[in-house]
């Protein structure tokens, strides 16, 4: 015994009304009644990514997720020979976008002569969906894309010999599946691409290469913290902005790197007809050093070679000859950013690293640089002449002279004198 349409009917209103399987009759059991839950099947290939790039009124002409098929280019169907004659007529296409994401989605249906899919709008009879009167409906499935003359006959007065049926509507040709990729806020998402809604500031992903590209010429902003936030284990190659020192700076592996300007280095020297070797302010190589000998350029490798800071000539410049040499050497930021010892106490260079020692500091709130141990001056010690009062201001051990006398403070604001004697 065949299945009874009212059981097909029952089966359908449980499944798509209350989302439950069917277990009994409509007579023993109602669809409320029903306790086994039965949720229609989402299949996760066929989830339109991008639906809501769907603009609300179907575009004029193909854009962006939307294919059109205009009136004055529709899709010809094609007959259906399985199915009772003239009954259905597949497009060949899936996805077509329903009127639920706007009234002017609904396809419009044309019939015309086969072949003449330029002219089935304006010279073919178009049918509507709810027929002309005479039980000649029909039905098209927007999912699959195929036409059914669902009523009880075929368009009323249309002889269908040497004829096809042509839809004019839309198609979504945008991106399917959950997972290739999503909308969130304002980026899209897919594949290896971060979509911006704002146009060309797109982030892409090269996983081959290991690029990361932002397109865009604005810019963007790196981390930024003081010189005590910084990582306790950083990764080599980690780059952040210094807060404290003001610089770029990059973690080589082995200690942070301030990334700043170069300064140019320009060295001056006179020829003397026979010194070939002339020492440089600072390193450099033969690659990194343009010479040149009264303004005419020499070849490097050739007229001379560079080692540290020594530069040596093939032969000696002759006496009266002015040799410039020029080049770049990077500014010692690292001295600062890596700063060593408390906040008064002088930096200085301690073989390659900065270094600094508690007897040597400079107090720049009073001017005061102290040295804890012996002083060697190779020159001349210079000061601003200051006559002192036996009670002015002072520090034991402070020094200071005038035209007439030496004064040195005994103790606190206490000055002692000795007179300046003889002469040339």
Avoid at 45 to 68: E, F, H, M, R
Avoid at 246 to 253: A, P, Q, T, V
């Amino acid at each position: 015994m065949a299945i009874l349409d009212s059981q097909k009917i029952d089966y359908l209103w449980k499944k798509l009304g209350y989302g439950s399987t069917k277990t009994d009759t409509n007579t023993n059991k109602k669809a409320p009644n029903e306790a086994i839950a039965s949720p229609l099947l989402l299949r996760g290939d066929k989830v339109w990514q991008s639906a809501s790039s769907i603009p609300a009124v179907l575009p004029g002409s193909s854009a962006g997720v939307v294919t059109v098929y205009a009136t004055s280019a529709p899709d010809e169907c094609t007959l259906d020979g399985t199915a009772t004659a003239n009954r259905s007529w597949p497009t060949g296409l899936t996805d077509w976008i329903p009127p639920e994401l706007g009234s002017t989605y609904q396809v419009k249906v044309y019939i015309h002569t086969s072949g003449s899919a330029g002219s089935a709008a304006s010279g073919g009879d178009q049918v509507f969906a709810t027929g002309s009167g005479n039980d000649d409906e029909w039905f098209f499935d927007y999912q699959s894309g195929v036409l059914h003359f669902i009523g009880s006959n075929l368009p009323d007065g249309i002889d269908f010999t040497g004829k096809s049926v042509y839809i004019s509507g839309g198609r979504y040709t945008g991106t399917f599946g959950v997972g290739g990729g999503t909308t969130l806020g304002g980026l899209e998402v897919a594949s290896t691409t971060l979509t911006s809604t704002t146009a060309s500031d797109d982030i892409i992903f090269d996983a081959e290469t290991g690029v990361v590209q932002i397109v865009g010429t604005t810019g963007f902003v790196i981390p930024v913290g003081t010189t005590a936030q910084r990582s306790g284990s950083p990764e080599t190659g980690l780059t952040r902005y210094n807060s404290s020192t003001g610089l770029l700076e990059l973690y080589d592996g082995a200690g942070w790197e301030g990334i700043g300007d170069y300064t140019p280095i320009v060295d001056n020297f006179d020829g003397d007809g026979s010194t070939v070797a002339f020492t440089l302010s600072a390193s450099s190589t033969t690659d990194g050093l343009i010479v040149d000998v009264n303004g005419v350029l020499q070849l490097g490798g050739t007229a001379y070679n560079v080692s540290t800071t020594t530069l040596t000539f093939t032969e000696s410049p002759a006496a009266g000859d002015k040799i410039t040499a020029r080049f770049l050497t990077k500014t010692l930021y690292n001295a600062i950013s890596d700063a060593a010892g408390s906040t008064t106490q002088v930096q200085f260079n301690d073989a390659g690293s900065t270094g600094a020692d508690a007897g040597l500091t400079y107090d720049k709130t009073t001017d005061a640089l102290t040295v804890g141990g012996t002083l060697t001056i190779g020159g001349l010690l210079q000061a601003p002449q200051a006559t002192k009062l036996a009670n002015a201001t002072g520090t034991a051990g402070q020094i200071s002279w005038d035209a007439n006398y030496i004064y040195v403070c005994t103790a606190t604001d206490t000055w002692k004198r000795v007179g300046l004697t003889g002469g040339y």
